[in-house]
Structures are given as C-alpha cells and as structure tokens.
C-alpha cells in the first residue's frame, strides 16, 4: 500500500534558521496520527514544510507515492491535502456559509462535503450559517476552517491546534468530527498540545524535539510510554 505521507531526511529552514534536523515520518490512508512535543520542538515546521509554506527544504516528502519537494504550494494542494493552520483564516467581512463557498474544488480529487453533509456535522455552522466571520466564537472558527478543507475534496488533512483555547464543549464537538473524519476514510495528521484530546484519538504518536523525531509508538503502547512522555512533555 503506498503511504498518504512519506517524510524522509526532512530537512527546513526559515531563513538563517535551521530548523528541521531529518524528520522521518510514514502516514498510511485511514490513519490519525498525532505529533507531540513541546513548543518549538517543529512540529508547525514540519506540516508547514509539507505543504512548502518554510524557506528551503531538502529530503523526501511523498503525498501517495508523489515526490513533492519541488513543488509549488498550490500544486502540492492539488495532490488532496488540507492544512487547517492555527490561525485559521476566516475571513472577517464574510458570512459562515461563503467562508464555506470560498474554496474550489481540487481538480482530480474525490469530490468534496456537500454544504449539506457539514450541516449536518457541525449543526452549530448551520446555525451561523449567515452570521459574520467575526461574530463566531473562536470554536465555531475552529469548525469553520476544518469544513471548508472538506469541501475541497482533500483526503489528506493536516490539522495544527486545532482544541488550543476552546471551551471543552467545542473540544468535544471536535473529536467527534475526527472519529466520523476518520470512519469516512479521512487520513488525518494533527499537531497538538492538547494530550487529553489527542491521546483517544490517534492509532500512532511521533513525538519531536529540537527538530527531530524522538519517539514513535502505536496507540496500544500509550501507556506504556507514559514515564517518557511526562519526561519529554511535562503532560
């Protein structure tokens, strides 16, 4: 089976920075895998690199089987990804419902969520649906800016933050959007602080420091790796 996300000897910079130090990663389709770490460790780095939004960048990244290091950031989107950054991007002077419109579809994709499968998803967006970008709470925000990566048709989802600051309400709302995002077929990266939200969630963790993988293990050794998680995380 060819990976949805082959990362090899991933090296990134911003700038002067050196910041990735050969990130190795391997995501297979229908898989949610977490990136832990502390801040600054380049996790945003390495989703940013993926998509080609660092400076320089040497290795290897394929997108279902797809060498893209060389590519354009527009074309790297074309393959199927979506990245959901942790600002979000909503456009203030917009309604919910063209916030969700404004994307194209990918050319070559599967196609995206109708409006209708989202409301149904996120019935709070139904709710908002012609509410101003600014006038929904920083959960309806988070919801918008992941739904209008389904619309897309983008399989691959590259998902930075997204619980960070949320009331625990939304937080739950989320998670059961990844569990019916991955039941769909959806393979799923996320970045996240969050360890109670993302622990349930993930089938595997990569846990980075100082640019570099440092650990990575399956959802049945969680436990297990507890001692060294508190260690290199502080959860």
């Known amino acids: ?20 130090h050969g990130v190795d990663m391997v995501v297979q389709p229908g898989e949610v895998v977490t990136l832990l ?9 390495t ?45 203030a002077s917009l309604s919910a419902e063209e916030n969700l419109l404004l994307p194209p579809a990918l050319k070559g994709a599967a196609p995206g969520m109708s409006v209708e499968e989202i409301y149904a998803m996120f019935p709070n967006l139904a709710e908002r ?8 709470s920083g959960g309806e925000q988070q919801m918008l800016a992941v739904a209008r990566i389904l619309r897309t048709g983008a399989r691959l989802l590259l998902l930075d933050e997204i619980s960070e600051g949320l009331a625990p309400v939304i937080v739950q709302a989320l998670a059961r959007m990844i569990t019916m995002l991955r039941a769909k077929g959806y393979t799923i990266v996320m970045v996240e602080q969050n360890f ?3 622990a349930p969630l993930a089938d595997r963790f990569y846990v980075m420091e ?26």
């Open 196 to 198: 109670r939200f993302a």
């Open 47 to 91: 989703m940013r690199a993926v998509m080609g939004l660092t400076g320089a960048r040497k290795g290897s990244i394929q997108v279902n089987g797809v060498e893209t290091i060389g590519m354009a950031t527009h074309r790297i989107a074309h393959l199927g990804i979506g990245y959901c950054p942790e600002e979000r991007g909503i456009f």
């Open 1 to 20: 089976m060819t990976a949805a996300l082959e990362i090899k000897g991933l090296q990134a910079w911003y700038g002067e920075s050196h910041v990735l």
């Open 129 to 136: 649906r012609h509410s101003q970008g600014t006038r929904l």
């Open 210 to 235: 100082h640019g570099r993988i440092v650990e990575t293990f399956g959802a049945a050794q969680l436990e297990a790796k507890m001692p060294v998680l508190n260690e290199l995380l502080g959860v």
């Open 37 to 45: 770490g502390r801040n600054g460790a380049g996790r945003t780095t």
